[in-house]
């Protein structure tokens, strides 16, 4: 039988491993609290290690904290296969974004390890650090760095609310490898990875599998406004440099900028006003802006839009001030600070990569999946920079997610994890033939 | 010569009173950050009762750390004449609110000393604890429950960001009095407080003083908006229940309340979204409005109009939801919490207060001067619940307070303090008449 086919991951011992590997960050109401180098990362790293070693996997740690455990094929002079996620959540997040693609890649191990399966090339799971970016912005920092988005400087150096850096963490959970964190250095064939679609589609459709060809395009905004700390009370309405009232009418402007635009979102999730006194009119107000698009050109339209509306904002602020103050108001808000902070332009997968995700998939499912283009951002969009990349989505509940309500049913992480293991042995089997030829 | 006129306040000394007691708290933009009962706040607390020592006062401090400098009349079983304000600031405040009236009263007591004046009654001067409500909300807390507005409980268990309360503040600054905090126990015979206008009439008439005949009516509010933590990447446009965007459009439309009502004034300063990530829609939006009134049924108005606008805004998240989630959205953004925190009804100061401030004012300053009604909120409004009660407002820069711009020039400052000694003297001289009469 070519390609191993006839062999399927162990559903109960899959749905086990991820109340055992949960148990470190999960919530009350059922959700994850699994910050980037917690002591709770920590733990769950520390056990990953433990069951991939019980399998005859070799471990490296590279300089991000990324996790290679590495299964040996027949030929280990050629780099391995890498099925890779990440096992950091958001601080209200679900059980499934991330870990449904460790804890598959891992029950796929344990599947070529119970058959006996020698494969051509080395396979390796992947545990990327970081890739939520909720503690340590941006999002895929790890992988960014590996894929040479980002210069190892900048992943060590970014920091936290209380000003810890990834570097700090990383030294204090025991996770700051030896390892060049660098394709160049540390070498991949290819990486697949299966993630729950964080979208209504699937469901829609009453399909489990999705083929993600793609993932679109992506900016992230720093903005900072600046007007005048006055008194609630005693400063007339039309005499006040209302900081957070400009912010407020930005964010609408931002939502009516996005709806403009069909294939764009955007949208604002982050802000912060200081002082925090019900009595004095905010001074200082940031936020950031999430952006995206089907597409760069549109992505670049959005991008124009959205500075263009938020300065029409402070522009109307400066004039109503000046024409009622004069100098002495300083000029109404201004914005301080108008700053991309990430750039991520539209992926597109590996064509050999994704149609044999789409062959095992049609073995798996029968022809029941469709090809899609992911909303969001995946440490595949960074290792698609250097190695064929591909993606399996599985259907998820509702589309929540980012959300304690996060759901995928066993049945839809079981069909995942299948068509996981069919598209590595396909992939693995074209190396063969490859390094044959 | 009657009411022992014809003496000034030093103006020097008072000056450098101010350069002395500034010293803790003040920070590098020229401004104050004394948050209420944090260790500047402790320090200036016991230079000051310090000062007061050396002018034979005694000192008693009551169970909200209020302190009650108290210099003997000829008739001490009358109960003092007051003249109190408050040493706490804002977090990015300026040197004079709160500070002028505190120190001008002590420049009263100094030049009481210096001429040996004796009055009839006893005069107290009073520090307010937390007037200002930056740290521990609402405002006025102390001389409110001396005033019997909120009970000793309510103030004791009030509490910062932290978790600090205010009972274990005092405890640990050594400022829980043993005094009972209520009128009733530690009685007034009346109340006078300079203070600084914080907003901008008297500098557009050219006027260094004001008559403060009332204070307009406040409410304070607490909102709470839950809708859904969703992924920003991949939920679409029309299936988010984007809490932070309702939260926007409710500001913006608090302040189109607000100026549709000439009189009434409504802002938000204090907004808080969680979790903090770029890449998820904020569940959770705390804010709080601030509003005011120039009468009881004008506020009344503006707070049925701001209720049902906040309620429209969550209304139309709810039908748009309804409408393309059905039941698996749960319904869009919802209300959870509408909370009016604080209420205070329009204070009108006591006619008699009120005209002896009047006449002093016009022999300090020969008639130019004009009456007004104070935008903001002073202890002043507690105390006027009880005793007689009356306040000067004192000229400062372009309007500007709760902000380290805040200035006053110190001849406005000079004038105020010697139009709070006469109006003191008068008041003693009525007092010493009833009593005989």
Redesign the interface.
């Known amino acids: 039988m070519p390609h191993n086919l006839g062999i399927r991951v162990a559903s109960s011992r899959l749905a086990s491993t991820f109340d055992e590997s949960c148990s470190w960050g999960s919530t009350p109401d059922g959700g994850m609290n699994r910050l980037s180098l917690n002591n709770d990362d920590k733990r769950v790293r520390e056990w990953l290690i433990e069951q991939c070693k019980q399998l005859g996997c070799s471990v490296k740690v590279d300089q991000m904290g990324n996790i290679f455990a590495i299964r040996p094929g027949k030929n280990n002079s050629i780099p391995p296969i890498g099925m890779g996620s990440h096992l950091d959540t958001?601080?209200?997040?679900g059980k499934y974004d991330g870990i449904v693609g460790v804890l598959s890649a891992l029950e796929v191990l344990r599947t070529l390890h119970d058959n006996q399966v020698e494969t051509y090339a080395p396979v390796a799971l992947i545990d990327w650090t970081n890739e939520?970016?909720?503690r340590f912005?941006p999002?895929m920092l790890s992988s960014g760095v590996w894929g040479g988005a980002f210069t190892l400087e900048h992943g060590h150096s970014r920091s936290d609310?209380s000003g810890n850096t990834v570097k700090s963490e990383l030294e204090r959970i025991g996770f700051l490898g030896d390892v060049p964190c660098s394709y160049e250095a540390n070498p991949l064939s290819a990486h697949f990875e299966i993630h729950i679609?964080?979208?209504?589609a699937l469901e829609a459709e009453n399909l489990r599998i999705g083929v993600v060809t793609g993932v679109?395009a992506?900016n992230?905004y720093n903005i900072v406004l600046r007007g005048?700390?006055?008194?609630?009370?005693?400063?007339?309405?039309n005499?006040?440099a209302?900081t957070?009232?400009c912010?407020?009418?930005m964010?609408?402007s931002i939502?009516q900028q996005?709806?403009a635009l069909p294939g764009a979102?955007a949208?604002?999730?982050?802000?912060?006003?200081?002082?925090?006194?019900?009595?004095?009119?905010?001074?200082r107000v940031q936020f950031?802006i999430?952006a995206?698009a089907s597409s760069d050109a549109l992505l670049a339209t959005l991008d124009v839009n959205l500075e263009k509306a938020c300065k029409e904002v402070v522009e109307d602020s400066v004039r109503l001030d000046e024409s009622i103050?004069g100098k002495?108001?300083e000029g109404g808000v201004k914005m301080e600070v108008w700053e991309k902070i990430w750039e991520c332009p539209k992926t597109v997968f590996d064509e050999r990569a994704v149609s044999m995700v789409r062959e095992s998939a049609r073995e798996v499912e029968g022809g029941r999946f469709k090809d899609m283009v992911?909303?969001?951002?995946h440490d595949s969009v960074y290792t698609a920079r250097k190695v064929p990349t591909a993606m399996i989505f599985i259907r998820c509940k509702?589309?929540?997610?980012?959300?304690?309500a996060e759901f995928s049913k066993q049945e839809d992480i079981d069909a995942g994890a299948n068509v996981l293991l069919g598209a590595l042995l396909r992939y693995d089997d074209y190396l063969k033939e490859k390094t044959a030829a």
Chains 1, 2 share one sequence.
């Not at 992911?374 to 951002?377: I, K, L, M």
């Not at 509702?398 to 304690?404: F, K, L, Q, R, T």
């Open positions: 958001q601080p209200a997040g939520e970016g909720a912005p999002a609310a679609e964080q979208g209504p679109q992506m992230w005048r700390e006055q008194h609630c009370g005693t400063t007339p309405m005499m006040r209302d957070l009232l912010a407020a009418k964010i609408q939502n996005s709806l979102r949208s604002v999730a982050v802000i912060n006003s200081s002082p925090q006194s019900i009595n004095t009119l905010s001074g950031n999430g995206r103050m002495s108001g992911s909303g969001a951002g509702a589309g929540i997610s980012h959300n304690p």
